[in-house]
Each structure stands twice: as C-alpha cells, then as structure tokens.
C-alpha cells in the first residue's frame, strides 16, 4: 500500500485538487441556476402582484372615466374606453393563466369567479356609458344604485389574499434554498483552501524535483542520441520538446534512410550530415547505416554487372547455337554482338589458322569485322607476332590501351574520322590454347568486369569456333567418303555391266558349241 501511495501520490493529490475544484465549479454552477430561479420566482412572483394590481387599476380607470363623463359631459372625460377596458381584462388575465402555469398555481374557487367579475363589470361600465350618451340618467343611477363593486371587492379580496400567501411562501421558498446553495459553497470553499493549497504546494515541490529528474534524464537522452544515434554536433541543451523531437526525426531519419536503402534508392542523404559533424557519427547509427549504405550500394554494382554478364552470355549463347553451323557467320554475328553489347564502335575476330600447304605453319586471318573502315584490313592474314594482334596470340594475355598508335584505326561518324579513346585485344582460349582473337575499339575506356565478361565470352566463341571447325572438318570427310562411295558403287555397276556382257557372250558361246556339237552328231550318225 506504501509503495503504492509513493508511487501515485501525485496523482491522488491531483485527482483531490480536481475533484475539489470540480465539486466547486459545480456548486457555482448550481448557486448560478439557484440565483437565477429565485430571481426568477421573484420576478415571476412581482409580476403576479403587479397584474394583479393592474386589474383593479383597470376598475379604477373605468369608475373615474364614466363618473367625469357623467358630471361634465364631454368625450374628453371619457379617457378609457370600454374596447380599451375589455383589452385590459384579456392582456391581464391572460398574463396570469401564464404564470400561473408556470408557478404550478391553482385556485378554483375565486379565480373563476374573479374572471366572471371582471367581466361583468366591464359589461357594466358598458352600459353605463351607453346610457349616459343617451342621456338617460335614472338608467345610469339605477346601475350606480346596485353597486356591483361592493359584492365584488370581497371575491377579489380572498382570492388576492391566497394568492399573496402562495407567491410569499414561493419567495421564501426560493431565498431559502439560495442561502443554502451560499453555504455548501462556502464549505467547499474552506475545504479546496485547507486541502487544496497544502496540496498544490507539495505537487509543485514534488514537480519541480521531478522537472530536475526529468531534465537529467533528457540530457542523458540527448547524450546517448548522440552517442548512439545521430550527433548534429549542437551542444546547448534545447529544452524537452527539442530534444523528443530531435529522438524522434532521428528515428525518422534512420527508418526512411533505411527504406531507402532497402529499395535500391542508393542515391538518399542522410539529413543534416556535413563535412563538420561527419567524424562525430562514424560510430553510432547514422554512420554505421551510411557504411552500410556504400556497402550494399557496392554489392548492388557487383551483382548488376554479374546479371549483365550473365545475361550477355546468355544471349551470346543463343547466338552461338543459331550461328554454328557456319564459322564465317558465327564470327561475324559474336563479333557483332560483342561490340554492340559493350558499347564499342568496332569489332574485328582472327582466328587460327594451319596452313594447307605447310603443316607446321600457322597465322591469324580476319574472320569477321563489324564498323571497321576497309583501309584497315587491306592485308586479312597476320604472321604470329605481327602487329598488335600477333603479339598478343604470342603472349596469351589480354591487351587493353589507352593511347592508341597513331594511324592505327578511325572510327567513322557524321563528323568525320576520330581515333578511339580505347583498344581492347582479347585472346580467345580453348583447351588453354589461343583459338581465335577479338579486337574492340571504343571511344570510352572498357571496364574491368567488361573486360572479364569479354574473356569469358572469348572461351564461348573459341570453344565453338572449334566445334564448328571440327564440324565442318567432319562434313568435308564426310561428303569426300561419301564422293569415294559413289565412285566405287558406280565402278560396281560397270564392273556388274561388264560381267554381265561377259556372261552373255558365253552363253553365246556356250550355245554355239552346242550346235556345233548337234552337227557333228547328225554329221557322225549319218
């Protein structure tokens, strides 16, 4: 319960304060509507006695109006007339009902009547002056005579004195639970000045240790955010919002930096990283995620360029097995989508080649050439050793140079002639021996990894120009055997032809000799 009390104390003593002042607030809330019914019961109860004093005034108007106009006969005497009278009674009355309504008051014995009176007397002065513009005065003295208003005043006196009692008592009533509403007021008042003040001292004491706690605890957030996180080098203490705010942008910073990342968007800064604050961040988050960034950003280079190598030998590949029934077109169509596919200007292929005539000489001999001028091929058969290309069989390493011989090849443009910023001999391995070599020359300096890929594609092409040599080697023993065979099988038919004829002949013999026998038989016989 202690530890319970400790640790929500505040709490108690500012839902104490507050139900206090809420109890208070209420209670004037309350006192207001209490003010403002009493008020209104008297207004209410002042109303009533002043229409109801206007009834008898409205008598009094009507008795002094017809004895003036009875004396001295003029219509300037007769001020109130009998519409004027009428219109009084029912504004008058009206107004009661009204407030009576409202007051939850009821008389049915003498307010009835009261109305009744009322009327009877407005009736009355109706008559009388109707007489007396007549000018008949024993009628008008006849009605004076009956005096209506002495039956009259004692109906209007009983029911004026209930209903004075009735509108006192409501007054009394109202005052009553005013001076009430004061009261409980004021208690509450004591109470919120006894318990509350006392309270508010201890909450601010116990606040403004906890503002030191807090600060304390906000400047370590800072430091640690720093530390930890981002450090934008500020070193003033900027108060709790600053500082919250700044935990939360970094949080920002580092998920929408990371988001970035994540999605190949390898271009994001990190807000409000500079040259002066960079070395202050090289070991929290921020620095740790932009290491990170230029990591993966590397990655994401090594793995685009092995897709685009890759996908280069992919497509080499299809070339190939489309092209490797011809070795002339196999080179042209690799050399052509060597040069294409790495951006070159032109393209040229040597392959080995043995001499028919000599065994053991051999020499490279232009196969294929993509966008070359013809003047630079005027000789297509190179000696090993001869020229850029030569050398680089003889060495069986890849030559790529920067500074081009001079009249050593123009690419062609719109512009005119423009020597090659770039050259770039391949030599084209197959079973570790040089099969073939690929010259490209371009206005722009190869890369290492397109370097890599045109070797590697170099063992492509080697090994199918080998194929298709091999092949075509093959085809050529084959139609040659098959040449051998149909001279052998059409010695076969002349020899058959042959042995035929000779078969027949001695048939022929063969049957001449038996004629010859047949005669000499008969001759014999004879």
Avoid at 151 to 180: C, G, H, M
Avoid at 366 to 377: E, G, I, T
Avoid at 410 to 421: E, M, R, V, Y
């Amino acid at each position: 319960m202690r530890k319970f009390l400790n640790k929500h104390l505040i709490s108690i003593a500012i839902y104490t304060v507050s139900a206090l002042i809420l109890l208070s607030v209420s209670l004037s809330f309350y006192n207001k509507k209490v003010m403002s019914d009493a008020l209104e019961t008297q207004e209410q109860a002042d109303m009533v006695v002043r229409v109801s004093e206007n009834t008898l005034l409205n008598i009094r108007q009507m008795d002094i109006s017809g004895r003036g106009y009875a004396l001295m006969r003029e219509d300037g005497f007769l001020f109130w007339s009998v519409a004027d009278a009428r219109r009084e009674n029912r504004e008058n009355f009206k107004t009661l009902d009204s407030l009576f309504s409202i007051q939850g008051y009821s008389d049915p014995v003498n307010y009835p009547k009261l109305k009744a009176g009322f009327k009877k007397y407005a009736d009355m002065y109706e008559e009388m002056v109707k007489l007396l513009k007549n000018d008949d005065l024993e009628g008008y003295k006849e009605i004076l005579k009956d005096d209506f208003g002495r039956t009259f005043w004692p109906i209007n006196a009983a029911f004026t004195s209930r209903l004075y009692e009735f509108e006192d008592e409501l007054v009394a009533k109202a005052q009553a639970r005013y001076e009430r509403a004061i009261f409980q007021n004021t208690i509450v008042q004591l109470l919120l000045l006894l318990i509350g003040l006392p309270t508010l001292i201890f909450i601010i004491i116990k606040l403004r240790r906890d503002e030191k706690n807090r600060t304390a605890l906000l400047i370590n957030l800072r430091e640690n955010n720093k530390k930890y996180l981002f450090n934008d080098g500020d070193t003033q203490f900027r108060g709790a919002a600053k500082i919250l705010n700044g935990s939360i942008e970094n949080l920002k910073k580092a998920a929408h930096y990371v988001r970035k990342v994540a999605s190949g968007e390898f271009d994001v800064k990190w807000e409000g990283m500079t040259d002066e604050n960079r070395d202050l961040n090289k070991k929290n988050l921020a620095g740790q995620l932009i290491e990170m960034k230029k990591q993966m950003e590397l990655a994401d280079i090594e793995n685009k360029k092995r897709i685009w190598s890759t996908e280069g030998l992919s497509k080499l590949s299809e070339i190939i097995r489309n092209s490797e029934q011809d070795t002339k077109q196999l080179t042209f169509e690799s050399t052509k989508y060597l040069t294409q596919y790495l951006g070159a200007q032109q393209g040229s292929l040597f392959i080995l080649v043995q001499d028919e005539e000599d065994s053991k000489h051999k020499y490279l001999e232009l196969s294929a050439a993509y966008a070359f001028d013809r003047r630079k091929f005027l000789n297509k058969k190179l000696e090993i050793g001869q020229g850029l290309i030569g050398q680089t069989y003889r060495e069986r390493e890849t030559l790529l140079l920067t500074e081009i011989p001079q009249d050593y090849t123009f690419i062609k443009s719109g512009l005119g002639d423009a020597t090659p910023t770039c050259l770039a001999i391949v030599p084209m391995m197959y079973n570790d021996e040089v099969q073939s070599l690929i010259e490209l020359a371009s206005f722009r300096k190869f890369e290492e990894h397109e370097v890599k890929f045109l070797e590697k594609a170099g063992e492509y092409v080697a090994s199918a120009i080998a194929t298709t040599q091999n092949n075509e080697k093959t085809r050529i023993l084959l139609e040659q055997m098959q040449q051998q065979a149909e001279e052998m099988r059409a010695q076969e038919e002349e020899l058959r032809q042959n042995m035929e004829e000779l078969e027949a002949t001695q048939e022929e013999m063969r049957r001449k000799e038996k004629m010859m026998e047949e005669k000499m038989q008969k001759a014999e016989n004879q």
